[in-house]
Every structure is written in C-alpha cells, then in structure tokens.
C-alpha cells in the first residue's frame, strides 16, 4: 500500500528520544483552533510513495539516528496506519526504533498491527475536559484516553504533549487536572507542557484560510515556567 506524505524531517531532537528523522503523514480528521500544519489536512494523491521508497529514504539518514529512530507524525500518521506497518516492520529489520505521534482519535484493525509494531507513542491530550476537547479541536478526549488505555495494555512507552493556549488552558487548575487524569497510566515516561506559538500564521495565508487564534497572544516563557512547576509537585 502506497502512503501520501507531505515532508520529511531528516534531524530532529524534539520527536521522541535521540536524534529522529520525522515523516509527516497527508491527512487529519481533527481542527484544532491551534494547528500549525493545517498544509497537512488533505491528502495530496500525487505524493504516492510506496513503503520500500520511504525506507530506503530513511536509511540513508541511519548514522544519525541509530541511537534514535523514526517518527511519524502529521497530520493524523493512523490514517494511513497499514501504510506505517508495513514501513515500521521493514525499519525494526534494520534495528530502527519506531515511534508514532497522534492525537490517539482513531482504532481500527490495521491501527492495532501498527501498535505491534511501535516502540514510542507520542500522545497529544489537547484539553482536559470533554466540552473544550469537542469545541476546540472537534475530537474528544475520551477518545484519547481509549488510546491511552490501549498503549497502558501493550506497555508501549509514552510521551504525553500538551499545548497551552493563553485564555484556553493555561491556569493551574488544567494543568493539575491534566496531571491527576495521566496518575493511573505507568507507561507515560513524560509529560511535556507545549507553548502556544504563531509561527503557522503564513502557511494559514498561503491557504487563504482563516486562523482561529490570530488575536490571541503566545504563551510567555515565565508563564511556561509556573505551570511546569505545577506539574512537577
């Protein structure tokens, strides 16, 4: 099965443990109001890249990431979850750790191969109450729990990212709630708290589309700083 990929990020230290090359995956079935790479929302058919194509890529990059690995992300990498099997079982032939970045919003049959196959799930929980989760992103956070509980089950380490928004989330009270909701789960090694940037407000206008938080401020560092304290106590 081919897979649809915007781009590939060759060196990057903040997608998993190491050094990782990342492939960003066509297509998502979410609208977060924050999304930085909405050039990523549909499938470009014409960007059909068969699995040996993708991997005889990615090892051309294995001196720098032997240590590390391969991230798919997105987009949403479980809409094309068969397609990431195939390309995740030709990697471990090679020895090359892989880990998948998702919202956790979809499970199928071909979702549950590609978890035998994972080593490192990187889990976005984007709010921590299911009225904010729905308004804000149109996914649910119940869904990504699901997931969650499904990686506890499989013992898939786990990597937890939460944006802050300024307005939306960034107050004491999300944050411990975000830590109370993740205590039950040993399998999240981390959790790792996420600025609110505006660095996409280009690609929004190369699309003529509208950005949704375009008024609102990024989040300051000293604010970052708090609630990472908060987590931490």
Same mark, same amino acid.
């Given at each position: ?134 308004? +804000?992103?149109?996914?649910? @956070? %119940?869904?990504? $729990?699901?997931?969650?509980?499904? /990686? ?6 786990? =990597? ?43 690609? +929004?206008?190369?699309?003529? @589309? %509208?950005?949704? $938080?375009?008024?609102?401020?990024? /989040? ?6 708090? =609630? ?6």
């Amino acid at each position: 099965m081919d897979g649809f990929i915007h781009s590939i990020q060759s060196f990057s230290t903040m997608d998993g443990p190491g050094i990782r090359s990342v492939v960003f995956m066509y297509g998502c079935p979410l609208r977060c109001v924050y999304c930085h790479n909405p050039d990523t929302w549909y499938a470009q058919r014409q960007n059909a890249t068969s699995p040996h194509e993708l991997v005889e890529k990615l090892l051309r990059f294995l001196p720098y990431i032997k240590s590390g690995g391969v991230t798919f992300s997105g987009g949403e990498p479980l809409l094309q979850s068969e397609f990431i099997a195939e390309c995740a079982e030709m990697l471990h032939d090679h020895n090359v750790s892989v880990a998948i970045d998702t919202s956790g919003e979809i499970y199928n049959d071909s979702v549950a191969k590609l978890l035998t196959r994972t080593d490192i799930a990187l889990l976005d929980i984007k709010f921590t109450n299911e009225d904010d989760y729905r308004r +804000y992103t149109g996914g649910s @956070l %119940e869904g990504a $729990l699901n997931f969650l509980e499904r /990686l506890e089950k499989r013992n898939i380490g786990t =990597l937890i990212r939460h944006v802050v928004v300024p307005g939306l989330n960034d107050n004491a009270e999300d944050i411990f709630r975000l830590k109370e909701i993740l205590k039950p789960y040993s399998v999240v090694k981390r959790t790792e708290l996420l600025p609110f940037r505006k660095l996409c407000v280009s690609k +929004y206008e190369e699309l003529e @589309l %509208e950005f949704p $938080l375009k008024d609102t401020p990024e /989040l300051s560092e000293e604010k970052l700083r708090q =609630l990472e304290e908060v987590l931490e106590q």
